[in-house]
């Protein structure tokens, strides 16, 4: 089996490769990267050299490139994406873009090779904001955006059911809940904490802290793909979460206390725009249907993450001074 992974470089991309690779000693990978700020080789370094795994700098709204190497695979793992919504904010141009141009490139290249079996990676955040009183999520919950990533992301999920619908390609679709553990990018809520607080800096909480979240850790994501793309049924989609929902304020305390560190390590900031009060995930349909769910618990996983950026203080050293991005010129140009 060869896969096109696309986002590898990324957070779960990069976890998604090692734990695919592992899984199956006979599978081959194919990673397309641009290498976006987000996008990190020394995620991957111990891959270099391993005839399985090989490595495309490019583009995915790039139609030619894209067509040509979905040539050479049997099926398309799409992850790449602009993730972060506090950049959507900012600036979404890249996230129309990357999420719904690029999606729309590999869906025409699925299509024009014989109808490719495509995958492709959603969020939980096209289905809009819950009260605290509301279900959660479902694959039957209506769409309903709220930031321009989220929103770009669901433009991105209507294109995939549409070639579904249309040209009968074989796709596949998850929406998954807020995932942390290694080589999170140090921007989001997990990450940023933990290297604040090794570098005795504080954590900043967003308005008053008690917006929540359902998390799962990273490699129970993985499995959860693994999972749909080799018994999903094809045209479905299928919800992901970690049945952990928490407040930023929980999951800051709980990270205090593992770093041994006070409340004084806390500062309350001005609030996203458009924030979105709460994410849940009923992920009963994989469960039910596939026999997934998640394997790690919320303090275990918490544990495991914080020892990992203990342990790998050069690999985040490096993004906070930028000097990750030389890893690509120092190995793969001349
Ligand atoms: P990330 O930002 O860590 O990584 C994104 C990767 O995509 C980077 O390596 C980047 O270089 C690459 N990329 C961006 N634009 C590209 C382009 N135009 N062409 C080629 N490569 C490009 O993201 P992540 O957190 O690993 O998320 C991966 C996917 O999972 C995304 O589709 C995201 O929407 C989805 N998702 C993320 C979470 C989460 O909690 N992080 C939860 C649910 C779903
Ligand atoms: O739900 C899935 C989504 O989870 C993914 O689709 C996105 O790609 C991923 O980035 C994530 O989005 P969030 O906006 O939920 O993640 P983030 O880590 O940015 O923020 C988590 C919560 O913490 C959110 O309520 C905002 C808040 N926050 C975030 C940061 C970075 C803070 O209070 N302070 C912070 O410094």
Request: charge should be negative; aromatic fraction near 12%.
């Amino acid at each position: 089996m060869k896969l096109l992974v696309t986002g590898g470089a990324g957070f779960i991309g990069s976890n998604f490769i090692h734990y695919i690779l592992k899984k199956y000693p006979d599978y081959e990978i194919a990673n397309l990267d641009v290498l976006t700020y987000a996008g990190n080789l020394e995620n991957l370094t111990d891959l270099e050299g391993n005839p399985r795994y090989s490595f495309v700098k490019g583009n995915i709204t790039d139609y030619d490139l894209v067509e040509k190497l979905v040539s050479k695979v049997d099926m398309i793992v799409h992850f790449a994406a602009e993730s972060h919504v506090d950049r959507s904010i900012l600036d979404s141009r890249d996230f129309v873009g990357t999420n719904i141009v690029g999606t729309h490139a590999l869906l025409e290249a699925a299509k024009k090779n014989d109808n490719k079996r495509f995958h492709h990676i959603s969020t939980d955040e096209v289905f809009g904001s819950l009260s605290l009183t509301d279900p959660a999520f479902s694959e039957k919950t209506p769409y309903d955006p709220r930031s321009p990533y989220s929103a770009s992301k669901a433009g991105s999920d209507h294109l995939v059911r549409a070639y579904f619908h249309t040209y009968g390609l074989p796709v596949t679709i998850s929406n998954c809940s807020n995932n942390y553990g290694p080589y999170h990018f140090p921007e989001k809520l997990i990450p940023l904490s933990i290297t604040n607080l090794i570098q005795g800096k504080k954590i900043t909480l967003y308005g008053d802290g008690m917006h929540v979240r359902d998390w799962l850790y990273v490699e129970d994501h993985c499995s959860a793909i693994d999972a749909i793309i080799h018994n999903g049924v094809i045209g479905d989609t299928y919800c992901i979460g970690g049945n952990t929902e928490k407040t930023n304020k929980e999951v800051a305390y709980k990270i205090l206390e593992l770093l041994g560190k006070g409340e004084e390590s806390i500062e309350f900031i001005d609030d996203r725009r458009g924030h979105d009060r709460r994410y849940a995930i009923d992920f009963s349909k994989l469960k039910g249907e596939l026999g997934w769910e998640p394997s790690v618990g919320f303090e275990e996983g918490l544990l495991k993450t914080i020892q990992w950026y203990k342990d790998n203080e050069k690999w985040w050293k490096n993004i906070v001074s930028g000097e990750y991005r030389d890893y690509y010129k120092n190995h793969y140009e001349n």
